[in-house]
């Protein structure tokens, strides 16, 4: 809610939107056709961001073993029986050959 007050704040003195104001623009159409697009991607951008950290949460909890119930699919689960299958994650380092 802060991010969309303080860009609809800060869209209020654009200069765009104070003339479409001083022509006569009513406040819904205003909202409808200036404030309203601008305000979408920054408020997109921090969803997905969003989204990132709860699916990093998930993997890392399940990854410890405190997620969802027993044969439900999970990502840190799914890492977690590898690494106690192979010992190790995977994946081997070698050499760059030159």
Known sequence: MRLVRGQVLALRE???VEAAYSI???????????????VVSPLIVTMSF??????????????????VQV???S???MIG???G????SGYRLRPLSN
Not at 55 to 62: D, F, R, T
Not at 85 to 88: E, I, L, P, Q
Request: glycine share 14%; net charge positive.
């Open 14 to 16: 654009s200069q765009f």
């Open 50 to 67: 969003g989204l990132g950290a709860i699916a990093l949460s998930e993997v890392v909890l399940s990854f410890f073993g405190l997620s």
């Open 75 to 77: 990502l840190g689960r």
């Open 85 to 88: 299958r192979t010992g190790s």
């Open 24 to 38: 006569g623009t009513s406040t819904p159409r205003l909202l409808a056709r200036h404030i309203f697009p601008n």
């Open 71 to 73: 044969g439900r699919p």
């Open 81 to 83: 029986e590898t690494i």
